[in-house]
């Protein structure tokens, strides 16, 4: 029998995600396809004898990057996208934006609401309280996880896309893996489901109903989160059964009068994080003739020494001045390093941002993390300062925004 396996692989992404294929390598090789948003690789196996085998290693080097599209302005979301547009249909037994009851709560939710961003803002708030998050052994539809009141990302997404639509939001399904260390040896644990809509004048945005867990992630998307493959749903349902976008495909051709059975075994591979800096600014309860302390803690999270790291503060300048930039010669898996930095307070500001900006080579070439924290100071502590009132500055401090980490991942399937 002739066989051949189609098999959904990453690609590049570069707006609402950030992801970068490094290297691609295959065994038996194939033919690279892209269709729409995906990638696959097909891969002629040719006769397959019985009692006979045959495996098939891919290995992907990817970069991913913390995507953050929360500073859009609101206002400049139109209240509509334009005819013919698309991703607004019902799916059945996937997305019934359609049903009665689906129908109705998408107006409930939007009512008094002509903008888009903040009716999806309310439609994701709603998902994320209302749903009770239970793993699923089978993937359910939008209108079962309304009725049902539990689901896991996938139910999470779907009910999600369902309002959407029944709103006029544009939405697909996005299905990727979310990285989590203790999980690097099973591929299928780390699946994960999310989505992206449609924003007039701003485009394509994700929302993560169910990462993390409880919060969620609302125009914004972590290097934890890899994407695998996009769909607008029109292929998702098979024989009634629901089927993200991503998995294998298998077709062969039974040679005639041959008592071969042919078994297609599928088996997951792993992901693993083989570089990655972390770095992370807090604020020293220390002050001395108005300069205020910062720590940055350098954290290798990754599986690979990196070296020649250089860590700089940036602050504005107007308000501050910053000590000079530092350098680590090599930091190992696992190792982190606490590096100190003194900042001059030259007036008061509110609201101020400060940014850790790290650069470091690896096997890879040369990427870069940050962490930025804002903080404020009142105009009493500058030019001069006391340890109270530095102390009650310190109450101002917003909390830091999330970790922008380049991330090179290695995903390996068999």
């Not at 334009?82 to 799916?91: A, E, R, V, W």
């Not at 994701?124 to 359910?140: G, P």
């Not at 910053?322 to 680590?328: F, G, N, T």
């Not at 870069?368 to 310190?394: H, Y």
């Amino acid at each position: 029998m002739n066989v051949v396996a189609t098999i959904c692989i990453f690609k590049d992404w570069s707006d609402w995600a950030s992801q970068q294929v490094l290297a691609t390598d295959a065994s038996p090789s194939g033919e690279i396809l892209d269709a729409l948003d995906n990638r696959a690789l097909i891969v002629p196996l040719g006769t397959i004898q019985a009692g006979e085998s045959k495996t098939i290693v891919i290995t992907q080097v990817i970069k991913v990057d913390y995507v953050d599209r929360r500073p859009l302005d609101p206002t400049v979301v139109e209240n509509s996208v334009s005819p013919g547009f698309g991703y607004l249909s019902q799916i059945d037994r996937l997305w019934e934006s359609e049903a009665p009851e689906i129908k109705e709560k998408a107006l409930e939710l939007t009512a008094g609401e002509m903008n888009l961003y903040f009716k999806t803002e309310r439609i994701f708030d709603f998902v994320k309280s209302y749903l009770k998050y239970e793993r699923q052994v089978e993937e359910h539809s939008a209108l079962w996880a309304y009725n049902h009141h539990v689901g896991d990302c996938t139910e999470f997404t779907n009910l999600f896309i369902a309002l959407c639509r029944a709103a006029g939001i544009p939405a697909k399904f996005v299905a990727g893996y979310g990285y989590k260390p203790e999980l690097e040896g099973d591929l299928g644990g780390m699946r994960h489901a999310l989505a992206v809509v449609y924003l007039p004048k701003h485009g394509w945005t994700p929302v993560d109903l169910a990462w993390p867990l409880g919060v969620g992630s609302f125009c914004e998307l972590g290097t934890d989160r890899i994407i695998l493959a996009t769909s607008d749903g029109v292929n998702m349902v098979e024989d009634g059964n629901i089927r993200p976008p991503g998995g294998y495909r298998v077709s062969y051709k039974f040679i005639v009068d041959s008592p071969a059975h042919c078994q297609i075994i599928l088996k997951d591979g792993t992901i693993s994080r083989e570089v990655a800096v972390e770095p992370k600014i807090t604020p020293q309860p220390e002050l001395e003739d108005g300069t205020w302390r910062f720590s940055v803690l350098i954290r290798n999270t990754g599986r690979r020494t990196v070296t020649n790291v250089k860590v700089e503060l940036s602050a504005d300048v107007t308000h501050f001045e910053v000590s000079p930039a530092q350098s680590l010669k090599e930091l190992g898996p696992g190792a982190s390093q606490l590096i100190r930095f003194e900042v001059r307070i030259k007036e008061g500001v509110e609201k101020s941002t400060l940014k850790a900006h790290v650069t470091y080579d690896c096997d890879f070439g040369t990427l870069e993390a940050e962490d930025e924290i804002r903080v404020s100071v009142p105009p009493s502590m500058a030019p001069k300062d006391s340890w109270k009132e530095l102390k009650e500055a310190l109450i101002l401090i917003l909390p830091a925004a999330a970790v922008i980490v380049a991330t090179v991942l290695i995903i390996r399937r068999r």
